[in-house]
């Protein structure tokens, strides 16, 4: 039986009611629905492999366009 539902605190509650009496041990495998979330640490490590050279440097070439650089001039005496 697979069922899905809603993690509250400490309780998990079901879309839909199951068909055993009240106290039956039951064992559980919990998964979040869908896989892995989008943009999560654990979602790119599953590029590592996966990525042509052409596309890894792609990515690395975007990343350093847009990536955010410290204007030191704003911060005096915080130079690194």
């Not at 400490?10 to 009496?21: G, S, V, Y």
């Amino acid at each position: 039986m697979a069922y899905k539902g809603t993690v509250k605190g400490q309780m998990i509650e079901l879309d839909e009611p199951i068909p055993l009496a009240d106290g039956t041990r039951v064992e559980l495998t919990i998964a979040p629905e869908g896989g892995l979330r989008k943009n999560s640490p654990q979602a790119w490590l599953q590029l590592v492999g996966t990525l042509s050279e052409e596309e890894s440097e792609t990515l690395l070439a975007n990343v350093r366009e847009r990536l955010r650089c410290i204007d030191w001039e704003m911060w005096p005496g915080h130079r690194p």
